[in-house]
């Protein structure tokens, strides 16, 4: 995926920078051009490039080695390739010292030049490979690993960038594969205390006791089994972060638990006696609408407020549709490179496939999607036909004819029809048209549906 | 009026224009007629390298292209642009003007008796790479390609007068907008 890579030509010469620009952008690369050292300095400091090419001798102030110096002075990562002419080799291999990768002699022959290029990029990828096999094995997530350009996303990206170094708990809410998870480790990652442990439990997955112990730890002899003292999560997250997973599924017993250690920062060990004492910023989240747990009293209120000192809710990517293609060229990318394929990526078709279909898993039904699509394809680029497993839901949902009936009916009809196939079950008829149950409750009311 | 015009610079011989056209009318099934015969530009000419200057030739096609459509001028020199040794071509990618050099397409240029049959052959594949630019197509990296970087003249010969199905794909699209336009 060459698009990604971009390069900056920095010459006085118009027609040397312009050539040479045009003739790399046939190849793939994104490149701009600046007409100065100092012009060049300027960009740089805009975005990072994957390479500069850099002309030796430049007139007005800045000649090429200082312009490349304070280049990687910015961005030590950079590759600068310094452009010289015969007469002034020695200046360049001085360059070599200076940091540049390479110097080429002008008028280069052009296989030399892709080769160079070539080679470059080959190492940026394979270092970008290994960065995000890096993450994902550690988890390290940070801001900048969140892709979106939804403005709502990006709002609320910099609230919790601000709150990052902060103890203030965090309460996020959003639709199961959102990436709330992504969220809570970049808040950590981001913070002060990126050094302390990130601990993610996962509240819905134990039975009470159990998630007791695993939470608060327990002493020798507390029940049968307890053969030695074990720290719970709440002590291996000291200093650190404790992520607390589908906060919404909690027994009202753990529930007076966690408002104790929110409130005193202390808690026993289960069959303890003597107080722990930790400092640990707790990160919460929901794909329950909390609020209405706690108007149905499910949910302790003095809980609720402790959890959602700060509350951010991530929207369902099919409510920021704009950053389908971008998830899934990112996904594309890790994905087939961890299935060994080389991929270049995805056609206008397969794209309109992703943008037409709703997403009720969000990102995670994407990921999933993305893999499935990797694995069992021919070509060197995803088609429309590796997603057809989706598009034969999205054709099922398109086929749908919609009579021509005030919408109020409409939506009668289709608070009926939810009921009927959830055999009454309101929760379940609630979810399945994605709106929370008291509104649902609300229509059954005003619609004056049986139930 | 047709969809690519093809001219010749200067001396060049006719054959290969035409050769060029036939081909280029078969492959991308569109109408493909011919310019008038472009002075060599003024100034291109390097004295020292004695090699003219890609940029100028591009120059002057964009003035002789027509308003819709692509152009591709044939010449017979030795191209370069500053920075690198020699060029077979160039175009702007996605824009109107495509430009091919047979001057080292030609076996006498490495010393080697003439073959005309691999020289059209050659001129072929590099007409369809440089216009393949300016319908917005990058190297390929199927080196079977015809938009596939070729550097040298075995990368030349390895690779199809054809585009692979990607590369065809986009083409195909990109002609059949401009088939509505220049109708
Ligand atoms: N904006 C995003 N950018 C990149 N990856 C994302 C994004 N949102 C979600 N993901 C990925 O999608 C998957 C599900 O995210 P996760 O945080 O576990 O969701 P949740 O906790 O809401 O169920 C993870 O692999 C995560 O890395
Ligand atoms: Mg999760
Ligand atoms: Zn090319
Ligand atoms: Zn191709």
Known sequence: MKERWQILVIDDEEVMRESLAAWLREDGYTVDTAQSGLDGVSHARQKEYAIYFIDLKMPGGMDGIETMMEIRRMQPEASVIIITAYATVDTAITAMKEGAQEYIVKPCNPEEISMLVER?????????????????????????????????????????????????????????????????????????????????VS??????????????????????GANAQAKGKFEIAAGGTIFLDEIGDISPKLQADLLRVLQEKRFYRLGGTNEV???????????????????????????????????????????????IPLLARHLLERLSSECGKELSGLNEDALKVLLSYDWPGNVRELE???????????????????????????????????????????????????????????????????????????????????? | ??????????????????EVMGFLARTLDCEVQSGPVLPEPAGALDERRQQWMAIDFLKALVAAAPARGRILGLTGRDLYIPMLSFLFGQAQLDGAAALVSVARLRQEFYGL?????????????????????????????????????STN??????????????????????????????K
């Open chain 1, 120 to 200: 470059i990029i080959k190492i940026k990828n394979l270092q970008r490979e290994n960065q995000i096999l890096r993450k994902r094995l550690t988890g390290q997530y940070e801001f900048r690993d969140i892709i979106t350009k939804n403005p709502k996303m990006l709002s609320l990206l910099e609230l919790v960038r601000d709150v990052a170094s902060m103890r203030s708990t965090v309460l996020i809410r959003g639709e199961s594969g959102t990436g709330k998870e992504l969220v809570a480790r970049a808040v950590h990652f981001s913070g002060d205390r990126a050094q302390k442990a990130f601990v993610a």
């Open chain 1, 203 to 224: 509240c819905a997955s134990l039975a009470e006791t159990l998630l007791e112990s695993e939470l608060f730890g327990y002493e020798k002899g507390a029940f049968t």
């Open chain 1, 277 to 323: 004492q930790v400092d640990v910023r707790v990160i919460a989240a929901t794909n329950k609408d909390l609020a209405e747990e706690v108007r149905e009293g499910r949910f302790r209120d003095d809980l609720y407020y402790r959890l959602n000192v700060i509350e951010i809710q991530i929207p369902p990517l099919r409510q920021r549709r704009e950053d």
């Open chain 1, 368 to 451: 999933n999607a993305i893999e499935r699509a990797v694995v069992t394809c021919r070509g060197r680029q995803l088609t429309a036909d590796d997603f057809s497993f989706l598009a034969q839901a999205v054709e099922a949902r398109t086929n749908f004819t919609v009579p021509a009936i005030p919408l109020q009916e409409l939506e009668k009809l289709a608070v009926q029809a939810a009921l009927e196939r959830s055999s009454g079950n309101v929760k379940e008829a609630a979810q399945a048209l994605g709106i929370d149950r008291s509104t649902m409750y609300e229509k059954i009311k005003r619609y004056e549906i049986e139930r």
């Open chain 2, 1 to 18: 009026m047709a969809v690519i015009t093809v001219v010749r610079f200067g001396m060049l011989d006719a054959r290969i224009e035409s």
């Open chain 2, 113 to 149: 008796p003439g073959d005309d049959g691999l020289l059209l052959t050659r001129a072929r594949k590099e007409a369809l790479h440089e216009l393949g630019h300016t319908f917005g197509l990058v190297h390929c990296p199927d080196p079977g390609c015809a938009m596939s970087l």
């Open chain 2, 153 to 182: 003249l075995p990368q030349v010969d390895f690779k199809r007068d054809a585009y692979c199905t990607n590369c065809g794909g986009t083409a195909r699209a990109r002609l059949a907008a401009l088939n509505g336009e220049t």
